[in-house]
T-cell receptor
Framework: EDQVTQSPEALRLQEGESSSLNCSYTVSGLRGLFWYRQDPGKGPEFLFTLYSAGEEKEKERLKATLTKKESFLHITAPKPEDSATYLCAVRGNRDDKIIFGKGTRLHILP | DAGITQSPRHKVTETGTPVTLRCHQTENHRYMYWYRQDPGHGLRLIHYSYGVKDTDKGEVSDGYSVSRSKTEDFLLTLESATSSQTSVYFC????????????FGEGSRLTVL
């Protein structure tokens, strides 16, 4: 069964303090690994799709990377508006299920 | 933004009553999903659909059924609601099978007393 584990559960950083969020996964034939951002009271918002090991995607202060067992979301010089819950999800090659991890709650202090 | 709406947005009901949540999308997306979100559990897949009348179970499907008679509508039914089904329910859709770019609704908060 496909599984996604995210760490840490929560992270508090000072503004400008770079860090990384981890997403470990087990899936039968990865068809895609996805990162989402969720603000309180809202539905998740899509950020990136990664398809194969070695691939990287960037958007503003965020950079996502992928290996055969995990993905990292690197946050460079974060700002308070980057505070949110970041969710990782996978889709395998057996079906069209998209399975999410529990997320990392990120809080950036001004 | 993709036009995906959920109704009702808030509902309070009693144990044992049937409840139907509706998801409506205007993007002609083929794939639609129902998730529930609870503290400490993240988003968990209940059921999904890969076409009209084509549905499959997710991780936590017990106590839930779905129907998709039209491309634009995906209904989630709790035949006999229980307190453990108190949650926030999110619907999502996508037209692209492999991008993983799900468009989410704003959620439906269900409280079962």
């Amino acid at each position: 069964e496909d599984q996604v584990t995210q760490s840490p559960e929560a992270l508090r950083l000072q503004e400008g303090e770079s860090s990384s969020l981890n997403c470990s996964y087990t899936v039968s034939g990865l068809r895609g690994l996805f990162w989402y951002r969720q603000d309180p009271g809202k539905g998740p918002e899509f950020l990136f799709t990664l398809y194969s090991a070695g691939e990287e995607k960037e958007k503003e202060r965020l950079k996502a990377t992928l290996t055969k067992k995990e993905s990292f979301l690197h946050i460079t010089a974060p700002k308070p508006e980057d505070s949110a819950t970041y969710l990782c999800a996978v889709r395998g090659n057996r079906d069209d299920k998209i399975i999410f991890g529990k997320g990392t709650r990120l809080h950036i202090l001004p | 933004d993709a036009g995906i709406t959920q109704s009702p947005r808030h509902k309070v009901t009693e144990t044992g009553t049937p409840v139907t949540l509706r998801c409506h999308q205007t993007e002609n997306h083929r794939y639609m999903y129902w998730y529930r979100q609870d503290p400490g559990h993240g988003l968990r897949l209940i059921h999904y659909s890969y076409g009209v009348k084509d549905t499959d179970k997710g991780e936590v499907s017990d106590g839930y059924s779905v129907s998709r008679s039209k491309t634009e509508d995906f209904l989630l039914t709790l035949e006999s609601a229980t307190s453990s089904q108190t949650s926030v329910y999110f619907c999502a859709s996508t037209g692209e099978r492999d991008t993983g770019e799900l468009f989410f609704g704003e959620g439906s908060r269900l409280t079962v007393l």
